[in-house]
């Protein structure tokens, strides 16, 4: 195929050529590049050679995947390839004057690399969080989770070792989408980081940038997650031709759960990325509502995640379960600026105190009683929290005498527990189970949660 490569590099830098020196001439304001038929199909048939050697490499799903794929070129995109959902169907895109630059085992992990963004959902999951993120935090915190599992990456390539060299992190390997894009745009707002003028409006682009690599994104059709998983489920039945990675193996089988559930400890992960511990004020900003007031200050993110963990003493979890729980905990939010109240509590509140690590717990109290949530409720209404997990069988009261305001709830049943008594939960519940712990011992750094999956996705050795 390298005979090929070059001889499309060729008739493509004819056609760049031959537009430059039309448009310099001509005096229309906006002159479109002609695309040659000669060349669009010339270049087609190169990637269906691609398209070939990826159905016989011996991760043939990409090759089959691709194959079910409408294509086009665009030259505007500021990457290799992009996708887009329109119609009823993914269509990716290829930018020839990138593109053709890469070898041919980089073209391949190009291609790669859209169709592990489309399995991990990541069209929505980015789309949630544009309010609360730049483009160019989530663009690299997505980039860091399909790159994690690709080799013959090109040189531009966004990886978890040159963001944490750039911006001098010390971010951890197979983490979440949401971990990544929290802790680089804390980054970002440090560096007062400003996204304006950002736009792209080159009819040719001939670089890479990472800001506007997901930019046709936003154009796909706007559907509902059910929808999408939907059709995105038929191409990877389509695409299963034999045995595949564990890697894969594992996103496809938290695409196909239907109901969408994850573990509670996943859950966690996700919405510790969304909880906001306010604003402060600062002059290195200027106010977003009114730019040209230089006598108002900005803001940027203050993160202090302030999480109670009410813990149910009376009998419904074991001290096993009590354990894996806080360990859990600790190690999801141990990247956040946190501080964490423990609160035991059978009918009412035992005991509060406070924990920064698996060294502050205590052992649990041995009263045993009967179970109400409304005093931690009570208690978590008194403080400026911003999250509350409740550990419990869930035989409680039918309805809270006091309801939670300003925080989000999490709900965890026991192993035990199949449902809770509330009628009205005011948040998530979700199940104490599937916790694979690596080892027993309170070494942190040891802690895994939930083996390996899309949103944990930690390679299986």
């Given at each position: 195929?390298?005979?090929?490569?070059?001889y499309l590099c060729e008739k493509l830098d004819e056609l760049v050529n031959t537009y430059s020196v039309l448009k310099l001439n001509s005096k229309e304001e906006k002159f479109k590049l002609d695309i040659?038929?000669?060349?669009?199909?010339?270049?087609?048939?190169?990637?269906?050679?691609?398209?070939?050697?990826?159905?016989?490499?011996?991760e043939n799903f990409y090759?089959?995947?691709?194959?079910?794929?409408?294509?086009?070129?665009?030259?505007?995109?500021?990457?290799?390839?992009?996708?887009i959902f329109k119609n009823a169907k993914y269509t990716i895109y290829f930018n020839p004057v990138i593109f053709l630059n890469l070898t041919i085992p980089q073209m391949k992990s190009s291609i790669k690399h859209e169709i592990l963004h489309i399995i991990s959902m990541h069209i929505l999951r980015s789309k949630k969080l544009r309010q609360n993120y730049s483009d160019?935090?989530?663009?690299?915190?997505?980039?860091?989770?399909?790159?994690?599992?690709?080799?013959?990456?090109?040189?531009f390539a966004t990886t978890l070792e040159n963001v944490n060299l750039r911006y001098s992190l010390n971010l951890e390997p197979y983490e979440t989408f949401e971990y990544y894009v929290e802790n680089i745009q804390n980054t970002l707002d440090l560096m007062d980081f400003d996204e304006e003028g950002k736009q792209n409006n080159k009819e040719?682009?001939?670089?890479?940038?990472?800001?506007?690599?997901?930019?046709?994104?936003y154009d796909s059709d706007d559907l509902d997650e059910k929808t999408l998983k939907e059709?995105?489920?038929?191409?990877?039945?389509?695409?299963?031709?034999?045995?595949?990675p564990s890697y894969l193996g594992s996103m496809i089988s938290n695409l196909k759960n239907k109901d969408g559930e994850i573990p509670w400890n996943l859950y966690l992960k996700k919405i510790m990325g969304t909880i906001e511990g306010g604003k402060k004020k600062t002059i290195t900003r200027r106010n977003r509502r009114q730019p040209n007031r230089l006598d108002l200050r900005g803001e940027i993110r203050s993160h202090k995640a302030e999480i109670v963990v009410a813990i149910d003493i009376s009998g419904s979890i074991s001290d096993e379960e009590f354990i894996q729980a806080i360990e859990e905990v600790l190690n999801i939010v141990k990247s956040h600026n946190n501080e964490i109240t423990?609160?035991?509590?059978?009918?009412?509140?035992?005991?509060?105190?406070?924990?920064?690590?698996?060294?502050?717990?205590?052992?649990?109290?041995?009263?045993?009683?009967?179970?109400?949530?409304?005093?931690?409720?009570?208690?978590?209404?008194?403080?400026?929290?911003?999250?509350?997990?409740?550990?419990?069988?869930?035989?409680?009261?039918?309805?809270?005498?006091?309801?939670?305001?300003?925080?989000?709830?999490?709900?965890?049943?026991?192993?035990?527990?199949?449902?809770?008594?509330?009628?009205?939960?005011?948040?998530?519940?979700?199940?104490?189970?599937?916790?694979e712990i690596k080892d027993n011992t309170f070494d942190m750094s040891d802690v895994r949660s939930d083996g390996y999956s899309m949103t944990n996705q930690a390679p299986i050795i």
């Open positions: 195929m390298i005979k090929e490569q070059k040659k038929d000669d060349f669009r199909n010339d270049f087609f048939k190169f990637i269906d050679k691609i398209n070939l050697s990826l159905m016989e490499d011996n090759g089959y995947f691709l194959f079910q794929m409408n294509r086009d070129i665009k030259f505007d995109i500021a990457s290799p390839n992009a996708t160019l935090a989530i663009n690299m915190a997505m980039d860091i989770v399909v790159n994690s599992y690709l080799n013959d990456l090109p040189p040719i682009e001939d670089e890479y940038k990472v800001e506007n690599t997901h930019d046709i994104w059709f995105t489920q038929k191409l990877v039945n389509n695409s299963q031709k034999g045995e595949i423990i609160v035991e509590c059978d009918n009412e509140i035992k005991r509060i105190y406070k924990v920064k690590s698996k060294r502050d717990l205590k052992e649990r109290l041995k009263v045993r009683g009967g179970t109400k949530f409304s005093p931690v409720v009570e208690y978590a209404n008194s403080k400026k929290i911003n999250l509350l997990i409740y550990f419990t069988d869930g035989k409680g009261e039918e309805r809270l005498s006091v309801v939670p305001k300003g925080y989000k709830v999490l709900w965890v049943l026991s192993g035990r527990g199949e449902k809770i008594s509330l009628l009205n939960t005011y948040g998530l519940v979700k199940k104490l189970s599937s916790i």
